[in-house]
């Protein structure tokens, strides 16, 4: 990677104030002074230190979040706060993305990345990660509905759904329940719902894939993914 891009990645500023701190021999690799920011450096072998301050290039994010509702989940909307917004602006550097979305009034486990392997592995729906939620539902929910989800139920397209597992944690005039998914249609937890003739009337995800959303996490608050969090993702 050249040195220059290296350093503004990292946010050491823009490639003009790479010049001057390039020129003033702050910037040095393997303690030399190097005046060139079109050197190519290697960030696995070599040392970089800025005013004597060694930079740690990483490549990735991965960012958990307990996304709030009234937020979308975008890079940029022109009309309305998205989880990009929620984030500090030294995050911004490294362009990250949530992988998958929540609807506006959907609150819950939100993975910010920009690591589009593994974004893709994620949401690829031969992989079946699965995604599990808590819902309030309008009405009461029944064995009839776990039977009905367990053998998928036909959406208002036409679309038949995978099974999803329906537990009931309270059914009565407004219902509890976590419904777990192995795909992520538009809408589809509040479709598979209405297909049955009930309302969800309040909805979070609670995981995805190995990875259950912190509950210290107030909405809107985020953290960085431990190393074993980090690794279940990529090896389970």
Excluded: C
């Excluded at 010049?19 to 393997?30: F, I």
Aim: zero cysteines; a negative charge.
């Amino acid at each position: 990677m050249r040195l220059d891009k290296l350093l503004s990645n990292m946010g050491y500023g823009s490639r003009k104030e790479m010049k001057k701190w390039l020129k003033s021999g702050a910037v040095t690799v393997d303690g030399k002074p190097v005046k060139d920011g079109k050197q190519q450096v290697n960030t696995e072998h070599q040392t970089v230190t800025v005013n004597g301050e060694e930079v740690h290039y990483r490549e990735f994010i991965y960012l958990m979040m307990n996304k709030p509702q009234g937020v979308i989940s975008a890079t940029e909307d022109g009309l309305h706060e998205t989880v990009i917004d929620l984030i500090d602006p030294d995050y911004h550097l490294f362009e990250p993305f949530p992988v998958g979305r929540l609807d506006k009034d959907t609150e819950g486990f939100m993975l910010l990345t920009n690591d589009g392997a593994l974004a893709h592995d994620l949401l690829s729906p031969k992989k079946h990660v699965a995604k599990t939620y808590y819902a309030k539902v309008a009405g009461a929910v029944t064995q009839d509905d776990i039977e009905a989800f367990k053998n998928g139920v036909t959406l208002d397209d036409g679309y038949e759904t995978k099974p999803g597992e329906l537990v009931i944690l309270h059914s009565g005039d407004t219902s509890e329940i976590e419904l777990t998914i192995t795909e992520g249609k538009f809408h589809q937890v509040k479709r598979m719902f209405q297909s049955v003739g009930k309302e969800v009337v309040f909805l979070k995800r609670l995981s995805m894939g190995p990875l259950e959303l912190d509950p210290d996490l107030e909405p809107g608050e985020y953290r960085e993914l431990s190393e074993e969090e980090l690794l279940l993702l990529q090896n389970r």
